[in-house]
């Protein structure tokens, strides 16, 4: 397999350009202005699905790009300016010169080179070096319109990826934004920033960021991103964004020493042979062996956690035989010192582990394919691997010392209704509140059920009674509880006006069952449900609630 980490070809008679962005401020500026106004609508998320239409759109999320170059290339053919960004930075067309001069008519295209976007092709055309995409999304700060730089894909790319490709945005980088909790913090690491969207994210409620990557082209990408948001941050009109520092380095060597309120990071984690022919890509592969890249991580993150402060990571861990996943992981959390909640949201066996990761990489069907398979069953076979999880840490430093610590490790499979932060937010406060609260504390609490849970009631025709009670979460992961008629009777009298203790003595004196028995059934499903952020506390208990 070609690695191709040579420079850039430069184009006929054309000057050299940069193997990677380059922040010139007085260009990067004019850039902004030009993506701001084309067409209209400005290069954003909305006016492109607009150009693009739902069928071409929706076929392009399927990485299949015919559709969509085929309405770029009617619509840049007729002028439309917005068309012949979209075909050049989203596609990686060779559009001619006329066609970009007059979308980018304040940068210019010698600008674009300058700054490493474009070069001269061949028959007066202009090829594109770098995805620019608009990304578009809401986080606890309001909704935001950015513009993130990148490597062009694979849709661009014919043949296998460049080692150091820096890597767009994609699945697990909207997953981590959309899952991280988002309280105003002093400061925040972006750990492993590639292309620099989650420090986006961060520099909205930090007052101080530092993002850090092994990668010098990824943190030329990053700078290219968050100078981009410099300008644009101001004329949105909103509150000013913190400065990011961006630094090179390993894992958490760059940070040794310093503390944060809040750690994000996509790292990279796939599981790589180390083998000979096998490539090794900056963006997913740290270049230890099997999942020890995030046990590392899991178990030393908290090095850099100040008191009170949280991170949160995606990563992959290995199902080894005779090895329970939960058993290997809670390893690592004991380690660590910190509370601890892990998530498994998909699972994955050796052979679709695998072709996912060999496809990634640009790799097409063929002997090579197939040998870059190869080496991975062989890889997962030698550490007794039967499946790979997929999934989220959170950890967090409590802010004073205590007994116990959270220790959550579940499956939990399937899509989720929508951002996931406040949610997230919501189980670590509760656990914190349930940490050493006994049954006469849990009693004291005054609680409602959270916005989002419903209940349905399953009865046989005719019945007087329900034989099944659920309580469905519809934020969240979307958790369903199945209780019984005490527990269905509390939770639906729970709206904050009175103890939790108060409501079981009620609800045991109306089904005429003893209230010691009905307490007993109650109070463990109670405090389930108040740690998954069904049921909410006041944040105070109060006193003499006791049934």
Known sequence: ?????????????????????????????????????????????????????????????????????????????????????????????????????????????????????????????????????????????????????????????????????????????????????????????????????????????????????????????????????????????????????????????????????????????????????????????????????????????????????????????EHRDGEPWRERVGAWLEASGLDGWVVQRDLLDPAAYAETWVRDGGQQAGPGFDALVGSWLDDLADRRVEAVGLGMVVLRRPREERGGRLRRLEELPGPVAGPLGGHVADVLAAEELLAGLDDDGLAALRLRVAGDVTEERHARPGAEHPQVVLLRQGGGFGRTVRVGTAVAGVVGACDGELPVGVLVGAVAALLERPADEVVAEVLPVVRGLVGDAMLLADPAPVAGGAA
């Open 1 to 317: 397999m070609s690695e191709r980490t040579g420079p850039r070809p430069a184009g006929p008679a054309s000057p050299a350009v940069p193997d990677a962005p380059v922040v010139l401020p007085d260009l990067v500026a004019a850039l902004r202005e030009d993506l701001a106004a084309v067409g209209g609508q400005g290069y954003r998320v909305d006016a492109v699905a607009d150009l693009l239409g739902p069928v071409a759109e929706a076929a392009l999320h399927r990485e299949q790009p015919l559709a969509a170059r085929r309405v770029v290339e009617a619509a840049t053919a007729a002028g439309n300016p917005l068309a012949a960004l979209v075909g050049a930075l989203v596609l990686g067309l060779e559009l001619p010169v006329a066609s970009l001069a007059a979308a980018l008519p304040r940068c210019g295209l010698e600008g674009a080179r300058r700054l490493g976007l474009l070069e001269p092709g061949e028959g007066g055309l202009v090829r594109p070096l770098v995805e620019l995409r608009p990304y578009a999304a809401v986080d606890a700060a309001g909704p935001a319109d950015w513009w993130v730089a990148s490597d062009l894909g694979e849709m661009a790319v014919a043949g296998p990826l460049r080692t150091d490709h820096v890597l767009g945005i994609g699945g697990a980088s909207t997953t981590l934004a959309q899952a991280t909790v988002r309280p105003p913090v002093g400061r925040a690491l972006d750990l492993g920033t590639g292309c620099g969207v989650q420090a986006l994210h961060l520099r909205r409620h930090a007052r101080e960021v530092v993002a850090t990557d092994t990668s010098a082209r990824a943190l030329q990408f990053a700078a290219l991103t968050l100078a981009l948001d410099d300008g644009a941050a101001g004329a949105r009109g909103g509150p000013p964004v913190a400065p990011v520092e961006l630094r090179r380095g390993s894992l958490l060597e760059p940070v040794a020493g310093e503390r944060f309120d809040l750690v994000v990071s996509n790292p990279p984690f796939v599981i790589t042979p180390r083998a000979a022919g096998v490539p090794a890509y900056d963006y997913r592969d740290g270049g230890l062996v099997g999942d020890a890249l995030v046990q590392h991580l899991v178990e030393r993150v908290g090095d850099v956690l100040a008191p009170g402060g949280t991170a949160q990571l995606l990563g992959n861990w």
